[in-house]
């Protein structure tokens, strides 16, 4: 099984958004909600509108895990959720088909795959990437590998590095970075 990568440039971050706003509020949605929040897809899928509707965080059990997790709302999501939700019941589910059916993984990633050929990102991509670019950006901007390691519940630093791509990142670099 191929892993799927972050992606690493804020650049190609923002090309797959205008694709996926060019396609519908849902995918924008899907996709900023899971880089600003690391959460997996299956927990995403699971939200209902009134899981995120007038709050400031999202509270779950993780289905792979079975810990509950609690994730504020940044203020990038706060305005787009409100957006989306407006008006819909607060027990319907976040992410519906076209058919009124709860979005399922391949749907989703089917989305997320298609963006980023679209907007020619050439890594691997999959719906992990979301989580693995929140957890790529998150590291570079904080270098905290242990708060990273514990919003991921990891069971080491070494199983984060190498899970956001970063471990493969300092490799590359210090070979770029050395001449004799």
Do not use: W
């Not at 203020?75 to 009124?100: C, G, H, I, V, W």
């Not at 570079?140 to 919003?151: H, N, R, T």
């Amino acid at each position: 099984m191929t892993s799927v990568e972050p992606i690493r440039s804020k650049d190609e971050i923002k090309k797959v958004e205008k694709i996926l706003a060019a396609q519908s509020s849902r995918n924008l949605v899907l996709f900023a909600l899971g880089i600003n929040s690391g959460l997996r897809v299956s927990d995403m899928l699971g939200l209902n509108v009134g899981d995120v509707c007038q709050k400031s965080y999202i509270q779950l059990v993780e289905k792979k895990t079975g810990k509950t997790k609690k994730i504020p709302i940044n203020s990038k999501l706060q305005p787009m959720l409100r957006r989306f939700t407006r008006k819909r019941p607060s027990d319907e589910p976040l992410f519906l088909t076209a058919y009124n059916n709860r979005l399922n993984r391949i749907a989703a990633y089917t989305i997320i795959r298609d963006a980023c050929a679209e907007a020619g990102i050439e890594a691997h991509v999959g719906t992990h990437t979301m989580r693995k670019t929140f957890g790529y950006h998150h590291y570079k901007k904080f270098k905290d590998l242990a708060l990273l390691q514990k919003i991921f519940n990891h069971s080491s630093p070494i199983v984060t590095l190498r899970y956001i791509g970063i471990e493969q990142d300092q490799i590359e670099d210090s070979y770029s970075n050395f001449i004799l």
